[in-house]
């Protein structure tokens, strides 16, 4: 993200994107539940600490979820869960957006390496900011 020019239209993902964000939004949920000890139940139990959604987006997918497997469903999140993450992934250029900031295109990289390998910032992206999803 970068601080966005007033004249700069809304960025909007490309379906493609907002499914993978929404993906990795689900996958990033379920591994914050599976450290705190939760796992998968038909109900919804906080203090046996079940969920219902501890599902994966693909049962036939299942690599976003090594290292948490064991608390997990075996059958796939239902469509009108996946379409929350869905929701919450669309509305983030909306949301960077009233806060006076926009998303910056792969294409427009906001830092470049120099020939001595060191990292030097692109000034015409000088608060750019670059999140990469952690391991599990």
Same mark, same amino acid.
């Given at each position: 993200?970068?601080?966005?020019?007033?004249?700069?239209?809304?960025?909007? %993902?490309?379906a493609e994107d907002e499914e993978e964000l929404a993906? !990795?939004? +689900?996958?990033? $949920?379920?591994?914050?539940?599976?450290?705190?000890? $939760? +796992? $998968?139940g038909p109900a919804d139990d906080e203090k046996k =600490?079940? +969920?219902?959604?501890?599902?994966?987006?693909?049962?036939? #997918?299942?690599?976003?979820?090594?290292? %948490? !497997? #064991?608390? !997990?469903?075996?059958?796939?999140?239902?469509? #009108?869960?996946?379409? =929350? #993450?869905? /929701?919450?992934?669309?509305?983030?250029?909306?949301?960077?957006?009233?806060?006076?900031?926009?998303?910056?295109?792969?294409?427009? =990289?906001?830092? /470049?390496t120099g020939a001595d390998g060191e990292l030097k910032?692109?000034?015409? %992206?000088?608060? &750019?900011?670059?999140?990469?999803? &952690?391991?599990?």
């Amino acid at each position: 993200m970068a601080p966005a020019k007033e004249s700069e239209p809304l960025c909007e %993902f490309s379906a493609e994107d907002e499914e993978e964000l929404a993906s !990795l939004e +689900h996958t990033r $949920w379920m591994r914050e539940k599976a450290r705190g000890g $939760w +796992h $998968w139940g038909p109900a919804d139990d906080e203090k046996k =600490k079940l +969920h219902a959604c501890m599902l994966p987006r693909k049962t036939n #997918d299942l690599e976003p979820y090594a290292g %948490f !497997l #064991d608390h !997990l469903g075996t059958t796939e999140l239902p469509e #009108d869960e996946k379409d =929350k #993450d869905r /929701v919450a992934v669309h509305n983030i250029p909306r949301i960077l957006k009233s806060g006076g900031y926009t998303i910056v295109p792969p294409a427009r =990289k906001p830092a /470049v390496t120099g020939a001595d390998g060191e990292l030097k910032l692109n000034t015409e %992206f000088p608060a &750019t900011v670059i999140i990469h999803p &952690t391991a599990p």
